[in-house]
């Protein structure tokens, strides 16, 4: 924002709960920090769709007295009519990271507890209870859209597609 650009939704979001958990730490009554929070960044500070991709932020807030749920709703003014979301896809499939090298690989939860691994975790880090061949496992994360991730139940196997990871591995 010092620099002028306008915000995305990820930028925007960080700066109102940021703002919301540091007014919490300092005591600040939650009626208060939700009003506050909608001062944080406004709405000709963010990008067009914004409002409309973000009608709302919730933030588990730790307060004087406890933790809160803290829910601001349109923390960047009402969405546009015109703004139909800050992602617009055209029609068709979309194939998530192309040409890049895909294989499959047993993994079996050995622990006791359910496993969430979630989509761009690197696979030879991933939790020790889950077994699997770790060395075909390098450089390979699960080939699940970005933000999801899979289940592994207690002493549950399951045979998942990997892919490879972009970058410097």
């Known amino acids: 924002m ?32 939700v009003a506050m929070a909608k001062e944080v960044v406004r709405p000709d500070q963010v990008l067009p769709g914004v409002a409309a991709s973000a009608p709302r932020v919730q933030v588990e807030a730790l307060f004087p007295h406890g933790s809160s749920l803290v829910h601001v709703d349109e923390p960047f003014g009402p969405a546009q009519p015109d703004d139909a979301g800050a ?9 998530l990271a192309p040409g890049r090298e895909r294989k499959h690989l047993e993994v079996r939860n050995g622990g006791a507890r359910a496993i969430w691994l979630s989509s761009h975790f690197p696979l030879e880090q991933a939790n020790p209870a889950l077994e699997m ?37």
Do not use: H, K, N, Q
Request: one cysteine or more; proline letters at 4%; glycine letters at 12%.
């Open 2 to 33: 010092a620099r002028g650009s306008r915000l995305g939704s990820a930028e925007a979001i960080a700066l109102v709960c940021d703002e919301v958990l540091e007014m919490a730490w300092d005591g600040v009554g939650i009626d208060e920090v």
């Open 87 to 95: 992602v617009r896809v055209a029609s068709g499939e979309v194939v």
């Open 133 to 169: 061949d770790r060395a075909a496992a390098a450089g390979y994360r699960l080939d699940v859209p970005a933000g999801t991730s899979l289940e592994f139940p207690p002493g549950a196997a399951r045979t998942v597609s990997v892919v490879a990871r972009g970058g410097a591995r």
